[in-house]
């Protein structure tokens, strides 16, 4: 089973302040596609956040009679590390909820951030309650082992479109869920904070009046003044 990596109070903090259409753009231009999941949003209902935390990945497939389950989920969650959002890969099946209001009750207990599935979850009344965030592609009362069963943890996954490792940062909001890898972290974190920066400058010239063309996407001359506006403050001192 692979270790799941921590990151740090100050990188999670970075990341709250982060939207996922802002790293999904960022890794996009750093030459890392694909990695925003198509299908998963949060549960209907839930409060409002956003969540951050390293990968704990569940691997299910469609259950067969004649083989026997080679995992429980009841003993996967067990020995997932706190910090982690857990990441069920069901193939997108979505007749099924994967987990309920139990088990993610006791996610939340043992410290996990968040769960995220790119099938259904049940007991949605249950689950907000608890006040465990959930992102899924839907939700569906009957019970997981209706029609799935668990046979890897913390391994290599395909969730909603994505290959998520264990380890992976995850960023949920209300945009949807976007997969980080982890060794290239504190990178993603300076060039999305530079970006977010500067399109809260855009947006405040935007609330002026000013024109879009030549402003977003910024001309060389719209760069200048930007720049012009980081340096002021060090001027005046």
């Not at 855009?202 to 003044?225: C, I, N, W």
């Amino acid at each position: 089973m692979t270790t799941t990596p921590l990151l740090s109070t100050e990188q999670t903090a970075q990341l709250k302040r982060l939207p996922t259409a802002t790293l999904s753009a960022t890794l996009s231009k750093m030459g890392i596609p694909n990695t925003w999941l198509e299908g998963p949003v949060a549960l209907p209902g839930q409060n409002a956040q956003r969540v951050v935390g390293t990968a704990y990945t569940l691997r299910f497939t469609p259950i067969r009679a004649d083989l026997i389950p080679g995992g429980n989920t009841r003993t996967a969650i067990e020995e997932m590390p706190a910090g982690s959002i857990v990441v069920c890969d069901t193939g997108l099946l979505g007749r099924v909820g994967v987990v309920g209001d139990v088990l993610c009750s006791r996610m939340k207990y043992l410290g996990a951030n968040g769960l995220v599935s790119s099938g259904a979850v049940r007991d949605a009344a249950g689950i907000r309650a608890a006040g465990f965030p959930v992102w899924a592609k839907c939700v569906a009362a009957p019970l997981p082992i209706d029609a799935l069963m668990l046979v890897g943890v913390q391994e290599l996954i395909h969730c909603a479109g994505v290959t998520v490792s264990p380890g992976d940062v995850l960023v949920c909001d209300e945009d949807g869920v976007v997969v980080i890898p982890f060794e290239r972290i504190a990178e993603v974190i300076q060039q999305a904070t530079q970006t977010e920066h500067f399109e809260e400058w855009v947006m405040k010239r935007v609330g002026e009046g000013a024109a879009l063309p030549g402003l977003y996407p910024p001309s060389d001359a719209t760069r200048q003044e930007y720049h012009a506006t980081l340096q002021a403050p060090h001027q005046a001192t």
